[in-house]
């Protein structure tokens, strides 16, 4: 990250008034990253990010989230990893150990995909049993889930009305990429059945590793466009906490670099 801004475009972004998480307006610029090198970069956004720290909970967020407009920008385009069945045989490994540790806390049921992307973890889960369902943003990869003979949705996970159906939801990298968290917390937990599991996978900030690939400026978090926030494992738990969830079990992620996986069973 940069120490200090550059001139941007008009912005794309709706600017926070408060932090997210805690809603304390007391919060300050942490830093600046360059994202035009971003496959999902397009001239239309602002080509810097600005990074912020709240001084009352330590959470870390950009200082905006994407407007509408904006945002159908950056999900016209879908990266190669995002599509549905890449590398089906190879991720299916990597789901299979995600899937057999949840399943350690829940017994069967449907289970809710949150930003499904390539669809690996459905279709590993339904491999285990599971009934699976997934949501993204992305029409394309819809459309091609829904070609599979999956249920399959277009739609924010808060405009989802499935009350207490879900054994699982899983957010796998996705609850970074949400303007509020608590909201979709929330919303989880109301479509979640009373001994539902919820799993969710981000970067986790307070990692050693994340810390040399700072000194290293190497650190590929701070340039992606689709983050909105950095969690630290401390801040996540005591988040999961708030919304209703006692995490069980925390594990370093195979899917990206320097990512953590927790699960959380609903109260």
């Known amino acids: 990250m940069d120490n200090a801004p550059a001139p941007t475009p008009v912005s794309a972004r709706i600017p926070y008034t408060a932090c997210p998480l805690c809603a304390s307006g007391d919060f300050a610029a942490l830093g600046y990253a360059d994202c035009t090198h971003h496959p999902l970069y397009q001239d239309i956004l602002p080509a810097q990010m600005v990074w912020c720290r ?38 299916r490994r990597v789901s299979a150990r995600i899937v057999e540790r949840v399943a350690r806390h829940v017994s069967g049921g449907d289970w809710l995909d949150v930003g499904f992307g390539n669809g690996s973890l459905l279709f590993t889960a339904q491999e285990f049993g599971f009934g699976p369902v997934g949501t993204d943003l992305r029409s394309d990869g819809v459309a091609a889930l829904a070609a ?105 992620s195979e899917r990206y670099r320097v990512c953590m996986e927790v699960i959380a069973i609903r109260k």
């Open 54 to 91: 709240c001084n009352a909970c330590a959470h870390v967020f950009t200082d905006g989230y994407f407007t509408e407009a904006a945002a159908r920008v950056i999900f016209s385009k879908t990266n190669e990893s995002q599509a549905v069945g890449h590398d089906a045989e190879g991720q």
């Open 148 to 252: 599979l003979g999956y249920e399959a949705y277009c739609q924010p996970l808060e405009q989802l009305d499935m009350p207490g159906r879900f054994a699982v939801i899983s957010m796998a990298d996705v609850l970074e990429h949400m303007p509020y968290p608590r909201t979709a917390l929330d919303k989880a937990r109301s479509l979640l059945r009373p001994d539902g599991a919820i799993f969710v996978s981000m970067p986790n900030m307070s990692s050693m590793v994340w810390r040399l690939l700072d000194q290293q400026m190497l650190n590929p978090y701070w340039p992606e466009i689709e983050h909105y926030h950095n969690f630290s494992r401390e801040r996540l738990y005591a988040l999961l906490e708030d919304h209703g969830f006692t995490p069980v079990n925390f594990a370093v």
